[in-house]
């Protein structure tokens, strides 16, 4: 039976081709006898005749011959093999059988002498066998487990088998069908079944099924278990692809043929048809063709670790071409898809090939491709993928990076130049990038790291941040100013000034400087928009934000930009001092006086004011200048008509600063009397020299200005209310003071006073306002020394209100003094009987008394006892307690102690 002729190879054309992913190369022709089933393994191809005869051919490399694609040799021939045709034939070398129906039963023959070895009785009248053949080696164990499970299909039945021990045996009990299969095949634990006019499902493992979809006009059946679980189901000129475990559609399109195939093959990640006169090779995912060979009347497809493909009398090897020439082919026709999956497929340590690198450059390349067709978002999650610089990602926009770093960027071709819709398209996806990026180099830095690689992060985080602020500008300007208000943020100040400015965006720009520390070109700018017409920046509003937000460490830059605010718009200009805010309340005070003093003292008023009343400063040096403040205005405003007036109820500032003064002079406890009273003037302003007299514990002269030179004995009853403490010796005799002041005025030179010659003194007692005094707080009076201050020609009806208000009081106090001593006698009372209580219990404690706990005699260690409720504790001369429960309390007294003690 006719071998191949060495020198006899036919080529044959392609009609339509992406690229050559196999190459068509006859192995066996002309044979007299029709073909019926082929099947391969390894170098081995086995051929199934009409007649029953079995011939197996050697395909091997031609060694030494060039001019040779494969070196075919046929090996051995059984014309006997079976009676009818073979009409469906497996091997299994690593088993070493062959199984075949004909005849309608399934035989199981030697692989090496074709010798019939058993014949499956129970698979009479079986017309379609499908077998799942796996290997594994489980924990690297050597040598392998082999696993063969086979379906047959008898009538309408499904008969499961599984090879053990040398043979065939049943895995389970038949499973009925419909209708009589006309395709079978495995995946995993489920079967696939074709009928004339559907699909159906098969869970082995239970006997559930569930059904598919039509076959389609063809009503021939055709299953091909394809990569990753998935089932690819013929229906006319399609292949539908399912999910074997589900039924579910995996693929949104399927497969289109230019005719309904014959039969269907998958070599990954190649899906193969063989059609009435050609055979097309697709991919399943990207879609498309990329081969289509034209041969005679091709029937028959069988792919183990070769392909072959036969016709009734020929038969050719498929010959994949190698990865690395189809991937360089795709790559030049930009299918880079495809060329990654080959790339994938490549063996690990493939002599020439490094296989990491080949995946990466064209993942590279698929990216930049996908970036020049306008698909952003996939083309930067395949750069994220491979870890591509954020330098080689910006430089793909254009007018993002400066042109000395787009010079050391080269990419496959150049990359295009993006306008219009497509560029916000492109700047917006490319945002999304660098927020992901930025986060990632926010990320603590490790400490291994050296000086350089610092050095690199940083200038690699700046670059981020300024193509994002170029970003935002052409996109979404409202995300400018977060971005610059971040403390983290590592904006280019060069570039991004130059841009802002372009752009006008004033408000962004000081953001710029802020974050930066160039607060004088930040307050500058701010200074030059603030004298514009319009703007966001026009007026002196944003100048007085800017300068509370800057700190104690900028003072001098504070005083120096807020002049010209105090002096044009003294209101807002206070708040940079006076804000509640902690950056102003934590600006050094006596500076800030000081700048204001020169300004406006009134200012200067307002401002201590603020630390005084509200941030509750109680530097006596501030309250003092405050005081000193009110005192000189209220001097400015002085005028001598008013002398006669109460003090704070003159019109105007002059009243309302009065009252201002007086109010503090009363309220205040930090300020310092002693250095104030020289500046008071002597002969106005009574009232105020009188508090600060009081302060100075000086009640004297300062009762005898309430009494005598201002005439107001209300405001002197009020001192003395003030003042009284009858627990100090200083102010205890306070109302006895103004009693006799009325009763014999003093001297003012003398007493220290200086009133001034415009004012009268009285000389004369005023022995009504003293007895006033002395019947209104009697109980804050000495009467002996009252009663010895009074004139001898006082009458005793002018004091006999005040006598019976004092014996009143005496009896008072006396009955008062009274209730306590019952009160506290009673206390004692109660206490000496709970002592006598407390006394009357007594134990006898005997030399032959045991302790309770130990069993040891008690003798004359007893030192403390302690009565409970129903023993009583002992603690003896040594370290231990010992309780005797039920004690005769008789005998020997002993000294009582609580619970606590013991």
Not at 61 to 71: A, C, E, R, Y
Not at 648 to 665: H, K, N, Q, T
Not at 827 to 832: D, Y
Request: proline share 5%; glycine share 4%; hydrophobic share 40%.
């Amino acid at each position: 039976l006719g071998t191949s002729r060495s020198s006899l190879f036919l080529v044959y054309s392609t009609v339509q081709k992406m690229h050559d992913a196999f190459e068509c190369i006859p192995v066996v022709e002309k044979l007299p006898i029709q073909i019926e089933s082929i099947a391969a393994c390894g170098s081995t191809l086995l051929v199934g005749t009409s007649k029953g005869h079995l011939l197996l051919y050697e395909i091997s490399s031609p060694g030494d011959v060039p001019s040779q694609k494969f070196k075919v040799e046929l090996k051995r021939t059984n014309r006997n093999f079976a009676k009818k045709p073979i009409v469906q034939l497996e091997v299994i070398a690593e088993l070493g059988i062959i199984i075949s129906l004909s005849d309608n039963l399934v035989s199981i023959h030697d692989l090496d002498t074709f010798g019939l070895r058993c014949a499956l009785q129970k698979s009479k009248g079986a017309t379609l066998f499908s077998i799942d053949f796996q290997v594994s080696r489980p924990f690297n164990v050597s040598p392998p487990i082999y696993q063969l499970r086979m379906c047959v299909v008898v009538r309408r039945k499904l008969e499961l088998l599984e090879w053990r021990d040398g043979g065939f045996e049943e895995l389970k009990a038949d499973l009925g069908l419909p209708d009589i299969a006309k395709s079978i095949a495995w995946c995993g634990d489920c079967l696939c079944v074709g009928f004339r006019k559907d699909y159906m499902l098969l869970k082995t493992a239970t006997g559930e099924t569930s059904d598919l979809f039509p076959t389609g006009k063809q009503q021939e059946p055709l299953i091909t278990p394809v990569a990753n679980g998935q089932l690819a189901l013929g229906k006319d000129d399609l292949s539908i692809y399912v999910d074997a475990a589900s039924g579910k559609p995996t693929q949104r399109h399927a497969t289109t043929w230019s005719e309904i195939p014959v039969c269907l093959a998958y070599s990954q990640p190649y899906l193969i048809a063989v059609l009435p006169s050609q055979v097309e090779i697709r991919t399943i995912e990207p879609r498309m063709l990329v081969q289509s060979i034209e041969l005679l009347n091709p029937r028959y497809i069988t792919v183990r670790e070769s392909l072959y493909v036969a016709s009734q009398s020929t038969v050719w090897r498929l010959a994949p071409v190698p990865p690395s020439v189809q991937i360089q082919q795709l790559l030049q026709e930009k299918h880079f898809e495809l060329a990654l999956h080959l790339a994938e497929m490549i063996p690990d340590g493939e002599e020439g090939i490094d296989k990491g690198s080949c995946i990466h450059d064209i993942r590279y390349r698929f990216a930049f491709h996908l970036f020049t067709q306008h698909r952003f978002k996939e083309s930067l999650e395949i750069f994220t993928e491979l870890s591509t610089g954020p330098i080689e990602v910006v430089a793909l926009y254009p007018s993002l990076l400066p042109a000395e770093f787009r010079r050391t960027i080269e990419f496959p071709v150049k990359p295009p130049l993006l306008v219009g819709a497509e560029l916000e398209k492109g700047l917006v996806v490319l945002t999304e990038y660098l927020m992901q990026k930025r986060r990632e180099f926010q990320k603590p830095s490790d400490s291994s790291e050296d000086d350089v690689v610092l050095t690199e992060r940083a200038e690699m985080s700046q670059i981020i941040d300024t193509t994002l602020l170029k970003c935002y500008l052409q996109t979404n300007d409202a995300l400018i100013a977060p971005l610059l208000r971040l403390k983290d943020n590592n904006c280019h100040v060069v570039e991004c000034e130059r841009v802002l400015t372009k752009s006008e965006k004033h408000s962004e720009l000081v953001l710029l400087y802020e974050s930066k520390g160039l607060h004088r070109k930040a307050l500058e700018l701010l200074l030059q928009r603030a004298h514009t017409k319009s703007g966001p920046l026009r007026g002196h509003e944003n100048m007085v934000r800017y300068l509370q937000r800057l700190g104690p460490s900028e003072i001098e830059l504070i005083m120096e930009y807020s002049k010209w605010i105090l002096e044009k718009h003294p209101e807002a200009g206070l708040k940079i001092f006076t804000e509640d805010i902690s950056e102003v309340e934590a600006l050094p005070r006596d500076k800030v006086l000081v700048f204001l003093m020169s300004i406006n003292q009134d200012l200067a008023v307002q401002y201590l004011e603020r630390i005084i009343s509200t941030w509750k400063d109680q530097t006596p040096d501030f309250h003092n200048q405050l005081i000193t403040l009110y005192k000189n205005k209220v001097d400015r405003l002085w005028d001598s008509q008013y002398g006669n007036r109460t003090a704070g109820s003159e019109p105007g500032e002059l009243g309302e600063y009065r009252r201002r003064l007086l109010d503090f002079l009363e309220s205040s406890k930090f300020y310092k009397p002693e250095k104030l009273i020289t500046h008071f003037p002597q002969g106005k302003m009574f009232h105020e020299r009188a508090l600060l007299l009081g302060r100075l514990n000086r009640h004297e002269q300062a009762l005898a200005i309430y009494a005598l030179v201002l005439k107001d004995i209300d405001l002197a009853k009020e001192y003395c209310s003030r003042t009284y403490n009858k627990d100090e010796f200083e102010s205890k005799d306070v109302y006895l003071s103004l009693f006799t002041m009325y009763l014999n005025p003093p001297d003012f030179q003398k007493l220290g006073v200086t009133v001034g010659s415009s004012v009268a003194i009285p000389t004369q007692p005023n022995v009504e306002a003293a007895l006033q005094v002395l019947v209104e707080h009697h109980e804050r009076i000495d009467t002996p020394k009252a009663l010895n201050a009074l004139p001898s020609s006082t009458k005793l009806e002018s004091v006999l209100q005040f006598l019976v208000d004092v014996v009143e009081e005496q009896c008072v106090q006396r009955r008062h003094s009274q209730v306590l001593r019952s009160l506290f006698w009673s206390e004692l009372l109660q206490v000496e009987q709970k002592r006598i209580h407390m006394e009357s219990h007594c134990i006898a404690i005997s030399e032959e008394r045991l302790c309770e706990s130990c069993k040891k005699r008690l003798g004359t260690r007893l030192k403390q006892w302690h009565l409970s409720s129903d023993c009583i504790q002992l603690k003896l001369s040594g370290l231990f307690n010992y309780t005797v429960k039920g004690g005769n309390f008789t005998g020997q007294r002993f000294c009582v102690f609580t619970a606590g003690e013991l």
